[in-house]
């Protein structure tokens, strides 16, 4: 149980063009969701932190216009990469939680973003 | 601002010897949570710890955690080559919603 999955697990875009990336939780229902960088050989960084039905709350020094993240559903949250360039090139890891708490937090498989 | 501190950043140990990753943290927190993560992979779970004094095991990896010091250990013993990952700490904060991870320590175990 508690399966997390991202789509796609790779994607190599142009720059200004948009990306959106898919988290989703397959087998329960997720109260809250939290969005994660991670530059090559660094630590993971919180972006923002999603719940069901309302606004994301992002982190100090996260463009909320250029991330976009939708949480429409206790399944589904989506991050939005707006007018792309190469310093967004990182990998991106969602993770869900059941409750909100850290302590019941699940990792989705994370996705690559390539900005040429 | 809670701070996770871990060291070493980077280990290169031979196959069989024991070592321990330290992780401390900056302000109050009772749990602490240990992931492990494979190159190009997302993170995956090894422990989680709940309380002061609170001892994990897991095959060679034993994690330990002082709320008191305000620090965990993460101990290898006789390492192998499948031990090869890069290992984060991460602490909660004191609602219980967010986690703030440690630099991560890449471990390299050598034949």
């Known amino acids: 149980g508690a399966v997390v999955s991202q789509h796609p697990s790779r994607v190599i875009c142009k720059s200004g063009t948009s990306v959106k990336i898919e988290c989703r939780s397959l087998d329960f229902q997720a109260t809250t969701m939290f969005w994660y960088r991670q530059f090559p050989k660094k630590s993971l960084m919180l972006m923002a932190t999603?719940?069901?039905?309302?606004?994301?709350?992002?982190e100090q020094g996260v463009e909320k216009d250029k991330f976009l993240i939708n949480h429409a559903s206790l399944t589904l949250s989506t991050l939005t990469v707006t007018s792309a360039h190469p310093e967004d090139s990182s990998f991106y890891i969602c993770?869900?939680?059941?409750?909100?708490?850290?302590?019941?937090?699940?990792f989705g498989p994370g996705t690559r973003l390539t900005v040429t | 601002e809670l701070k996770v501190e871990q060291n070493p950043l980077f280990l290169s140990m031979q196959e069989g010897k024991n070592y321990t990753i330290y992780c401390n943290y900056s302000?109050?927190?009772?749990?602490l949570y240990w992931y492990r993560q494979d190159p190009g992979k997302s993170l995956e779970s090894l422990f989680v710890l709940l309380s002061n004094g609170a001892v994990k095991q897991e095959g060679r990896l034993m994690a330990s955690l002082d709320t008191k010091a305000r620090l965990s250990t993460l101990h290898i013993t006789a390492a192998v080559h499948d031990l090869s990952a890069t290992y984060f700490c991460?602490?909660?904060?004191?609602?219980?919603?967010?986690?703030?991870f440690g630099g991560g320590t890449r471990l390299m175990v050598k034949p």
């Open positions: 991460a602490v909660d904060n004191n609602a219980g919603n967010m986690l703030t």
């Open positions: 302000t109050t927190s009772d749990r």
């Open positions: 993770s869900a939680s059941l409750s909100g708490s850290s302590y019941e937090q699940y």
């Open positions: 999603s719940n069901e039905g309302s606004k994301a709350t992002y």
